[in-house]
């Protein structure tokens, strides 16, 4: 319908930008993959090329920036987001969002607390529950998954918060399918089924550039008894510019493979990743 909308009319920018939208959930959270990202950015250019101050269309591209790794793009493009629109709830969370993917996990918090101010219970700033978990801020996590609560996406994060608070029954039957399946062999010390499932999700995501999920994936890993595969994995997501550092070096999950002497050269990338990003926030 949206599809038929813009044909209908082509200056038609709300509809650009739901379609866009809609790309970006097809890509994401179901199989549309590199196709509907493309159509996703085809729709948001559309939308912001008739209207400029639109800011979900700003949002997404922003996003997909910082997904596939052009994190210092991205951040410029958002901050000047936030210039243009100060009042916006979606563009201080798109801030924070570049931020979380770069490291910069306090001024991320910083910038999702102005958003939560501006409009609390936005939805579009669930995701700031990852940058709380990442400061050990577990309660102010909670506070950012109930505004989606119930959903297959705030089980799974909420289930994140729950593994790092050793509640470990609770996170499994918490999230569902592969993720589940993934938390019982590490719960159980399954090296085999963990291998397995990880792998499985890891196929899932082949088409993806974004490496905050090998990030997740990781230190399931980690915990389920094969470090050495999570050491990869988070390797993997530095190269891919998910900085990860400084909250690889707290997360709970995470101890095994820091325990191993490969990790200081992986911590040293997730560094070096941090202060390039750092280096781009003080110009």
Same mark, same amino acid.
């Given at each position: ?9 082509? @200056? ?23 196709? &509907?990202?493309? $159509? ?6 559309? &939308?912001?090329?008739? =209207?400029? +101050? ?19 793009d991205a951040?410029? +493009?958002?901050?000047?987001?936030? $210039?243009?629109?100060? =009042?916006? &709830? ?9 931020? $979380?993917?770069?490291?910069?996990? @306090?001024?991320?918090? =910083? ?7 501006? +409009? ?9 529950a990852?940058?709380?978990?990442? #400061? ?9 998954t109930?505004? =989606? ?17 050793? @509640?470990? %029954? ?8 592969p ?32 490496g ?15 470090? %050495?595969?999570?050491?990869?994995? #988070? ?32 911590? $040293? ?15």
């Amino acid at each position: 319908m949206l599809q038929r909308a813009v044909t209908l009319d082509p @200056k038609f920018a709300l509809a650009w930008e739901a379609l866009a939208q809609r790309e970006y959930f097809d890509s994401s959270f179901s199989n549309g993959g590199p196709s &509907a990202l493309a $159509r996703m950015q085809d729709a948001a250019k559309r &939308a912001l090329a008739i =209207d400029p +101050d639109r800011v979900n269309p700003a949002l997404r591209l922003i996003s997909m920036n910082a997904e596939n790794g052009r994190i210092a793009d991205a951040y410029h +493009d958002a901050v000047a987001l936030v $210039r243009r629109r100060p =009042d916006s &709830a979606d563009a201080h969370f798109t801030l924070s969002y570049v931020m $979380r993917y770069g490291g910069a996990l @306090k001024e991320a918090a =910083d910038e999702c607390n102005r958003a939560w101010a501006i +409009d609390h219970g936005n939805r579009s700033a669930r995701s700031c529950a990852i940058v709380f978990m990442g #400061l050990g801020d577990y309660d102010r996590a909670l506070e950012f998954t109930r505004v =989606d609560g119930g959903t297959e996406w705030a089980n799974r994060i909420t289930g994140n918060i729950y593994l790092r608070q050793g @509640k470990y %029954q609770e996170a499994a039957d918490l999230v569902s399918g592969p993720r589940q399946a993934l938390i019982r062999a590490a719960v159980n010390h399954d090296r085999k089924e963990v291998d397995r499932v990880a792998d499985r999700l890891l196929a899932a995501n082949q088409s993806s550039s974004d490496g905050e999920p090998l990030y997740f994936i990781g230190n399931v890993v980690s915990l389920g008894g094969d470090p %050495q595969k999570a050491l990869g994995l #988070l390797r993997e997501a530095v190269r891919r510019n998910y900085c990860s550092y400084p909250a690889v070096e707290s997360d709970p999950l995470w101890a095994p493979a820091r325990a191993l002497p490969e990790y200081a050269e992986v911590r $040293r990338s997730a560094q070096a990743c941090h202060e390039a990003f750092m280096k781009e926030m003080a110009k």
